[in-house]
T-cell receptor, first 117, second 113 residues
């Protein structure tokens, strides 16, 4: 079945530095790749997503890149701030065989990002 | 309203108790989900409702019983749980067939004694 590997499991950076988290997926049919941020004791929140027909997407300080050939995608956070400290989950899903069906999300194991002032 | 609301926020129950978790959304989403999350782990899918019908059951034990009374509400009925069922239970919703781009509720932190 589909598998998503996420690295690193922990990441520590100084405020202002960049942070990069990488994920690799196994199923070449996957076409949707979201990233969720989960602060301690809070809900996971979608921060950015990308579809397979796009190679890169940016939203202010965060960006996601997708390499379909290599089957990996990455989250880039620039000018990190202490409030970026959280666990980040990547995920992947592929289309169901019929329209309107459910596309199961497969999550990576998560990356704990710590941004030190 | 872009919120998914879950109640209660915390729940402690014994192994012989019956309790229910509740979830509500008013975003017009027709897909609703229950996830279970253990500490330091990603969410694990339990159930998916699409247009108020159960479409996915990820081999969840029968002591967990989902219910979708209408397009805005989702319940999870709990009975005879085990201590290993202690976890954060997350409800989520999405448009059908779009992603899925999930909106999560804040969760119910469940402890089974």
């Amino acid at each position: 079945g589909e598998n998503v590997e996420q690295h690193p499991s922990t990441l520590s950076v100084q405020e202002g530095d960049s942070a990069v988290i990488k994920c690799t997926y196994s199923d070449s049919a996957s076409n949707y790749f979201p990233w969720y941020k989960q602060e301690l004791g809070k809900r996971p929140q979608l921060i950015i997503d990308i579809r397979s027909n796009v190679g890169e997407k940016k939203d202010q300080r965060i960006a996601v890149t997708l390499n379909k050939t290599a089957k990996h995608f990455s989250l880039h956070i620039t000018e990190t701030q202490p409030e970026d400290s959280a666990v980040y989950f990547c995920a992947a899903s592929k289309p169901r065989p019929f329209s309107g069906g459910y596309n199961k999300l497969i999550f990576g194991a998560g990356t704990r990002l710590a941004v030190h002032p | 309203d872009t919120e998914v609301t879950q109640t209660p926020k915390h729940l402690v129950m014994g192994m012989t108790n019956k309790k229910s978790l509740k979830c509500e959304q008013h975003m017009g989403h027709r897909a609703m989900y229950w996830y279970k999350q253990k500490a330091k782990k990603p969410p694990e899918l339990m159930f998916v409702y699409s247009y108020e019908k159960l479409s996915i059951n990820e081999s969840v034990p029968s002591r967990f019983s989902p219910e979708c009374p209408n397009s805005s509400l989702l319940n999870l009925h709990l009975h005879a749980l085990q201590p290993e069922d202690s976890a954060l239970y997350l409800c989520a919703s999405s448009q059908v067939g779009q992603g899925p781009k999930l909106f999560f509720g804040s969760g119910t932190q469940l402890s089974v004694l």
